[in-house]
C-alpha cells in the first residue's frame, strides 16, 4: 500500500512539473502509459520502460488531465 501511494505521489509531481513546464507535444499518446498499470494499480516498482515514457511523455500530463 505504502508503494502505491509513493507511485502516486510521484505521478501526482510529474503533472504538476508538467503543468509549469507548458506546451504540449504532437507526439503526446496515453496508450503509451499503459505500461505503467502495474505500477500504477498494483503498487509494484514502476519498470524502465514505464519511467522513459513518463519523462518522455512529461508536457502531455496537463492535455490528459483535462481529456484522458
Known amino acids: ?8 505521489v510521484a505521478l501526482a509531481l510529474a503533472m504538476v512539473v508538467a503543468m509549469s513546464v507548458g506546451g504540449v ?3 503526446c499518446n496515453i496508450a503509451l502509459l499503459a505500461v505503467c498499470k502495474t505500477a ?20 502531455c500530463m496537463c492535455k490528459y488531465q483535462k481529456d484522458p
Open 25 to 27: 507535444s504532437a507526439n
Open 40 to 59: 500504477v494499480i498494483g503498487g509494484l516498482k514502476p519498470t524502465v520502460t514505464c519511467c522513459s515514457i513518463l519523462r518522455a511523455q512529461e508536457a
Open 1 to 8: 500500500m505504502v508503494k502505491a501511494v509513493g507511485v502516486v
